[in-house]
């Protein structure tokens, strides 16, 4: 298979999750009630995955994911598969969204592979662009559990740290290129003493691996940290932009960011599609800072795009690569 090739400037990418396939929606449903095994929850999805690849192949995208269709939600589904860890009620999380929570009832330890095998999977029919490995950290995941068993909050994140890792190592093994970790949670609590807390645990997993340090983090006060996460061990940072109308702008200038930056140019939590002109006088707007150039740009969604239906999240995604596209004409790229 031919190796696709990135765009020197403006490569366009997601944050991770898909609208969600009939398929993986059924496969979820009869796994949660018993009725199939793992191995054959996993095949039921992979209809799924073909199909979240068949659509960011066809709207254009350069690096994509597996769409995130055999999780629950971004944490149940790692914690089901390591030791230490319980589920327990449904508890919701806003509007008529819920989740069951999980609990810490002992030691956290690895137990068994997480996403592998649907990173390989799409891998394998991506006609060669690459797929991001995409894993929910472990600020993330231990702020949305009960923890009935560590006295020390640290050592809890750390010890998810050091499973996670093990993960992570396996997929770079394999051929992961561009590893991305989802910490949502590190925003609703926007304080230097939790930043260092999340620096500390992406050390963690993420020393000495030969491949593109991803952390993603969106919506809440992202602004009042932003000084103490410019130093993570990290290549980029993939943040949320449009939905708060690019209020991170002036302060990515203020605190001279020089990462590269995955760029939220569309609302994953409205249904209207953003136009060609609209996502490129985004781009106008940060280029007009001078912190980073073209090369360093990355055009995504906010987030992950689960919540809209299909055809809405394929046409955004559409416009997002038809403005890279255009933008890469205007800055002599192509």
Not at 100 to 128: F, H, T
Not at 132 to 141: A, M, S, V
Not at 293 to 303: R, S, T
Not at 311 to 324: G, P, T, Y
Request: net charge neutral; hydrophobic share 40%; charged share 35%.
């Amino acid at each position: 298979m031919t190796e696709y090739r990135l765009p020197k400037a403006f490569i366009t990418t997601v944050v991770g999750s898909y609208p969600r396939f009939p398929e993986a929606q059924e496969a979820l449903e009869k796994r949660r009630r018993g009725l199939i095994d793992e191995r054959t929850f996993r095949e039921m999805c992979k209809v799924a995955i073909r199909k979240v690849v068949e659509d960011y192949i066809s709207a254009g995208i350069d690096l994509i994911s597996d769409g995130e269709q055999t999780r629950e939600d971004m944490v149940v589904h790692f914690t089901e598969r390591m030791n230490g860890y319980k589920l327990g009620d449904w508890v919701r999380i806003f509007d008529n969204v819920y989740f069951r929570k999980p609990i810490v009832v002992s030691k956290v330890e690895y137990r068994e592979q997480m996403i592998i095998e649907d990173w390989e999977y799409a891998q394998s029919l991506s006609q060669g662009r690459p797929v991001k490995f995409i894993i929910t950290g472990p600020y993330t995941i231990v702020d949305w559990s009960f923890n009935l068993y560590y006295r020390d909050r640290r050592e809890l994140i750390i010890d998810v740290a050091k499973v996670l890792r093990k993960e992570i190592e396996e997929a770079v093994k394999r051929g992961a290129k561009f590893v991305q970790i989802d910490e949502p949670a590190l925003s609703t609590r926007p304080l230097p003493e939790e930043a260092e807390l999340l620096k500390e645990a992406l050390k963690e997993m993420l020393h000495g691996l030969d491949c593109k340090k991803i952390v993603h983090i969106c919506f809440g006060r992202i602004e009042k940290i932003i000084p103490y996460i410019l130093d993570y061990p990290v290549d980029q940072f993939d943040l949320e932009f449009k939905n708060s109308n690019f209020r991170l702008l002036p302060y990515l200038k203020e605190y001279g960011y020089n990462k590269e930056l995955g760029f939220g140019v569309v609302d994953v939590h409205t249904l209207r599609v953003e136009t060609v002109e609209e996502i490129k006088k985004a781009v106008y707007e940060l280029l007009k800072l001078d912190i980073i150039g073209p090369e360093k740009i990355y055009l995504d969604p906010d987030c992950g795009l689960k919540r809209l239906p299909r055809e809405v999240a394929l046409e955004k995604l559409r416009n997002i690569a038809k403005a890279a596209q255009e933008l890469r004409k205007e800055y002599g790229y192509e």
